[in-house]
């Protein structure tokens, strides 16, 4: 009941639909209505991606510690990378973490360290 009384905490404060929370994480609103009501435990995955989009440790979520510090709330744009990334295969998600290090200028600094 932890995970509950957590992810409703969370879904209120932030005014947000069992619908929403279902669309963001990729799993059904059938799914988010059972965890909220207690009737069942998400998966090992599920708690991780709802403590990935809420921007908070899966250790509230699970009752093990009783305040969260959020994450700088992400905008839309961060909301619909994190998705779209989340939408590839794994070979395309390394392609795009490589592009993205490239742009950004890491990818030379890691290539540096590596040297």
């Known amino acids: 009941m932890k995970f509950a009384n957590s992810l409703k905490i969370l879904m ?9 929370i279902a669309k963001e994480i990729g799993f059904s609103q ?3 209505s059972k965890w909220v009501n207690g009737e069942s435990e998400p998966t090992e995955t599920a708690i991780r ?3 990935n989009y809420f921007g908070i440790s899966t250790d509230y979520l ?3 510690e009783e305040y969260y510090a959020t994450a700088p709330a992400m905008g839309e744009g961060e909301r619909e990378l994190l998705r779209l990334f989340r939408a590839l295969p ?8 490589t592009n993205l290090r ?8 890691s290539q540096k360290k590596k040297a």
Not at 102 to 109: D, I, L, S
């Open 102 to 109: 490239t742009w950004t200028g890491e990818g030379k600094k």
């Open 12 to 20: 209120e404060e932030k005014n947000l639909t069992q619908s929403t």
């Open 30 to 32: 059938r799914a988010v």
């Open 90 to 97: 794994p070979e395309y998600q390394e392609l795009a973490l």
């Open 62 to 64: 699970l009752g093990t």
């Open 49 to 51: 991606r709802i403590a």
